[in-house]
């Protein structure tokens, strides 16, 4: 009774289910060989199970596929030779998929490395970035993350690794030193055009900054620039005003617009750059990552 309640939920299942790659390899096999028992033997499978998925196909198309020759071939019929003929635009698609899975597969798995958008800009974070990309076995790709959603974003696999000034809590994620950005003073003008002093600004990444130098005029102190603002001063620099100081990390200047400030107590100021990741990562090279990109970057 059992063996008979389940060749009929067999039946019933083969009636309902649905069409995939499996049943229409089977067709191409059936169509090629004109034959189910030879088809059912070029794919490992028996004469009856090869019969029901062409008899599913048929129920799902509404329309017979096959009929048999004086000679017990199979025929096709016009539908079937309209699908044979259009599967062949199916395979292309899928061998093509296929190739690009494998190529995947040679060039290496990717790394999403994420950072805010003004710790990209930094010197440090170009040389880092251009270690990984060197490094066999790997595809580094950037990833804009907020620093108040790090952590979100390595725990979802936003990104595998994260570089910044923030240092996360040590209970979840792997922290290690990447590394050091340099801070110096910039001022908004033409060498020698000899504008006054505008306002001091001081930027701040992720959140942290370092001490900056004392200022020799006046006293006054740093004002806070947020890395919004740095960025469209960075990209637009006609939109600030002639004489602004900044204290900013060490990026690519137009020498057009900035002037860097010959004092050497900035030259000395940095900001130190941590990597974080996942403690359980399925990523096996993370935790050796970062010491050996630092034997393959020199020093600055």
């Known amino acids: 009774m059992d063996r008979e309640k389940m060749a009929r939920q067999e039946e019933g299942d083969s009636r309902t289910s649905a069409v995939d790659f499996r049943h229409l390899s089977a067709f191409q096999r059936v169509y090629q060989e004109k034959s189910y028992a030879h088809a059912g033997q070029s794919i490992f499978a028996t004469r009856k199970s090869i019969v029901r998925m062409m008899q599913n196909l048929e129920r799902s198309f509404d329309t017979p596929l096959f009929s048999e020759g004086l000679r017990g071939e199979l025929i096709p019929g016009p539908f079937a030779e309209r699908l044979f003929n259009d599967l062949r635009f199916l395979n292309a698609a899928r061998h093509r998929m296929k190739d690009h899975i494998t190529a995947i597969h040679e060039n290496g798995r990717v790394l999403h490395v994420g950072s805010s958008p003004a710790v990209f800009r930094t010197r440090e974070f170009r040389n880092l970035f251009r270690g990984l990309q060197s490094l066999d076995g790997i595809r580094a790709c950037y990833s804009a993350v907020d620093p108040a959603d790090a952590g979100r974003a390595l725990v979802s696999g936003h990104c595998d690794l994260y570089l910044g000034c923030q240092v996360g809590t040590a209970s979840r994620f792997v922290i290690q030193e990447a590394g050091s950005i ?9 060498a020698g055009a000899g504008e006054p002093q505008g306002r001091a600004h001081q930027v701040s990444l992720d959140g942290k900054a370092p001490e900056p130098p004392v200022l ?9 620039l947020d890395e919004a603002a740095w960025l469209h001063w960075l990209d637009r620099p006609e939109e600030c005003p002639l004489g602004t100081i900044i204290f900013a990390p060490d990026v690519e200047m137009d020498r057009e617009f900035w002037q860097p400030e010959e004092i050497p ?5 940095h900001q130190p750059l941590h990597a ?8 096996e090279f993370l935790p050796a990552l970062m ?10």
């Not at 020799?216 to 740093?222: A, L, Q, V």
């Not at 974080?276 to 990523?283: E, G, I, T, V």
């Open 265 to 269: 107590e900035a030259v000395a100021v």
């Open 291 to 300: 010491s050996k990109l630092r034997t393959r970057i020199p020093a600055s």
């Open 182 to 190: 340099s801070f110096r003073i910039y001022r908004r003008g033409e």
């Open 216 to 224: 020799s005029e006046g006293g006054r102190g740093w004002n806070h």
């Open 276 to 283: 974080s990741f996942l403690r359980q990562h399925a990523y």
